[in-house]
């Protein structure tokens, strides 16, 4: 079963824009992370934020969490084609041991030069 | 340099048939994940292993079967009981604690012949 829905499923936007996607879970989480997708290829790990965290930076990525709203979000500033991609939530639900996630649907970046 | 190797990048299969998709990992990690992805969709868990000669069923495992034998390697065995293989196939690795993140292959994409 998916825990994570990102919103929105597609996001078209200009080089130089910020871009932001959201991210709503069901359940207790232990931690939420962000993914990245090239098309045809496998995801690379953008950033980690703990249930104990509420905003993390790392370069041009801001992301916030709101356990409370059990929601999170992915803001990148200044976007560049090279971000054209598909972008991932998974959460690490709090109930169980070990690293296994859960993946939201995504959301589709397309950055235009 | 470390990283997961998966083969082949594409494969074919015939009605009735057995396929497996190799995966194999130099990153020392004890965890190990099979993902389906459909197109334009998140990430499915099929199976996964913390521990040499151990694995757990996810969410979708019908028609799937794994081993784990080498803390390197973690096989998926397509069978001929899954009727829908068409998809891409990810796999991914991590360390055994609970906030930690997957690294991924570049994926193996099946399709019926």
């Known amino acids: 079963s998916q825990q994570g829905e990102e919103d929105p499923q597609a996001l078209s936007i200009q080089e130089g824009e910020n871009a932001t996607m959201n991210c709503s879970y069901k359940t207790s989480i232990n931690n939420l992370q962000w993914y990245r997708q090239n098309s045809g290829r496998g995801l690379v790990h953008l950033i980690l934020i703990r249930s104990n965290e509420r905003e993390k930076h790392s370069g041009r990525l801001r992301v916030t969490l709101d356990t409370s709203k059990k929601s999170s979000s992915l803001l990148i500033t200044a976007s560049r084609a090279a971000d054209t991609a598909s972008y991932f939530c998974a959460t690490g639900p709090e109930e169980t041991s070990g690293s296994r996630l859960t993946f939201g649907e995504g959301t589709q970046l397309t950055v235009n030069p | 340099d470390g990283g997961i190797t998966q083969s082949p990048k594409y494969l074919f299969r015939k009605e009735g048939q057995n396929v497996t998709l190799s995966c194999e990992q130099n990153?020392?990690?004890?965890?190990m994940y099979w993902y389906r992805q459909d197109p334009g969709q998140g990430l499915r868990l099929i199976y996964y292993s913390q521990i040499v000669n151990d694995f757990q069923k996810g969410d979708i495992a019908e028609g799937y079967s794994v081993s784990r034998e080498k803390k390197e390697s973690f096989p998926l065995t397509v069978t001929s009981a899954q009727k829908n293989p068409t998809a891409f196939y990810l796999c991914?690795?991590?360390?055994?604690?609970?906030?930690?993140?997957?690294?991924f292959g570049d994926g193996t994409r099946l399709s019926i012949l």
């Open positions: 990153l020392n990690h004890d965890a």
């Open positions: 991914a690795s991590s360390k055994i604690k609970v906030d930690q993140p997957q690294h």
